[in-house]
């Protein structure tokens, strides 16, 4: 269907497919021809498609209930917030829909912490990043380090200032008696695969502690064992005050969360903030199962060892390409830096049923599912591989 006759807003570029089916990491189109994914509804379907162990979950929950609102208690809400808090260095969870709100509960959280609880509101600044995404509604497109996102949004809100990426003078230079935080993810995920230095995250770290900044680390594409680690701001060796979640949370059921450390449980007061549907029965069902089944399965070392063995692959059959820079990546989320566009290599790449997407203009990035097999894998890559060969050998 052309634009001009949908009844959609065109705010996206489709790719020219439409899914009917999906089972682990296959799709299927409308025509019966079989795809592989190794892009995981970016990074979020890190069980594969309908995982049994979640599917099973939530048609129990369907058929028992599903709102109640946040005006009562949800015990399901109570039991993954617990199994997070246990899991990770976080004290407190506040559930809500997607990423952007997670950050944005995240912003509203410090802002008010300072406000509040220390009583110092000059503080409200928070520093991002170049090359950052932290999501779409106002304060979160504000707060990412990217103007096109911007273009046409006048007036944003006040109150971000943005670092050089992995560079620790220039961030610490920013730093002033109005910043209150420092908001960033340990790899750049639409800003192209780009992971954080260790030097400079443990830096950043210092640098919060001495000035009494908040850290937030945003982990909506990082996080749910995508890296090697069931968050990766655990390869790091440092805690982050707050950190976010969304993508991989609910395997595909939409779901958002802001995680934070005991001292700022009292800045969200009853009243401080909310949401209508935030952990609602069935997302919270896809939460729980979702988590049960990563911890159970062992699934971020499974992550490290098979993220490891694809760089190490992609290194292997795309040296001397001259299509391709290098290959780099945390776990399973994974980048191909390109020395020119992605645009029409990806397309090439769907053409032949390996699904992968962009991240930036000049990088092809893979986030496959933590259970695709080695054959799957092993034929995504050579296939990832074959189609840039082939458009190497048909540039000279
Ligand atoms: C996807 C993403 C977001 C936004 O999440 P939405 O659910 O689309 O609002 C924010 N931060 C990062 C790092 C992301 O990858």
Same mark, same amino acid.
């Given at each position: ?30 025509? *019966? ?14 069980? *594969? ?24 208690? /949800? ?23 997607? =990423? ?11 802002? +008010?912490?300072? @406000? ?6 000059? +503080?409200?600044? /928070? ?8 999501? +779409? ?72 502690? @001495? ?98 063995? /694809?760089?190490?692959?992609?290194? +292997?059959?795309?040296? =001397? ?14 980048? /191909? ?15 032949? =049923? ?43």
């Amino acid at each position: 269907m052309g634009e001009a006759q949908s009844a959609l807003f065109p705010n996206y570029a489709r790719y020219p497919f439409t899914f009917v089916k999906g089972d682990g990491s296959r799709l299927w189109d409308e025509n *019966g021809k079989e795809y592989l994914d190794l892009m995981c509804g970016l990074a979020v379907t890190n069980l *594969g498609h309908a995982p049994k162990q979640v599917t099973e979950r939530l048609k129990q929950q369907v058929d028992t209930l599903w709102h109640t609102s946040n005006l009562f208690h /949800i015990p399901d809400q109570e039991k993954l917030a617990q199994l997070l808090v246990d899991n990770s260095c976080a004290d407190a969870v506040f559930f809500c829909n997607s =990423g952007a709100e997670a950050n944005e509960a995240a912003i509203k959280l410090a802002r +008010r912490y300072y @406000q509040k609880v220390i009583g110092q509101p000059e +503080r409200y600044e /928070i520093i991002t990043f170049h090359m950052s995404f932290h999501g +779409r509604t106002l304060a979160t497109l504000t707060a990412t380090g990217q103007d096109k996102v911007k273009e046409g949004f006048a007036p944003l809100p006040e109150g971000f200032v943005y670092a050089p990426f992995n560079d620790a003078e220039g961030t610490e230079k920013l730093i002033s008696d109005k910043t209150c935080a420092i908001m960033l993810e340990m790899v750049q995920g639409e800003g192209g695969v780009n992971p954080a230095d260790p030097a400079f995250v443990k830096r950043i770290a210092e640098l919060c502690k @001495q000035h009494g900044l908040l850290l937030i680390i945003d982990e909506i594409q990082t996080g749910m064992g995508r890296t090697g680690k069931l968050f990766a701001y655990e390869h790091y060796g440092i805690e982050p005050d707050v950190f976010t979640l969304a993508k991989g949370l609910g395997n595909g059921i939409p779901i958002g969360a802001m995680l934070g450390k005991e001292k700022l449980r009292e800045a969200f007061s009853a009243g401080a903030h909310g949401s209508t549907f935030g952990g609602n029965y069935l997302s919270t069902a896809a939460g729980i199962a979702t988590l049960e089944t990563m911890l159970a399965e062992k699934l971020p070392q499974r992550a490290a060892e098979l993220g490891e063995y /694809i760089v190490s692959e992609l290194s +292997r059959k795309l040296e =001397g390409n001259p299509l391709v820079q290098h290959v780099r990546g945390l776990g399973m989320l994974i980048g /191909i830096q390109l020395s020119g566009p992605s645009a029409d290599l990806i397309a090439a790449i769907h053409e032949q =049923g390996v699904l992968v997407v962009s991240a930036g203009p000049n990088v092809i990035r893979l986030a496959p599912s933590l259970l695709i097999s080695r054959e799957e894998l092993d034929r995504g890559l050579e296939t990832i591989c074959a189609v840039l060969a082939k458009h190497a050998a048909a540039a000279v």
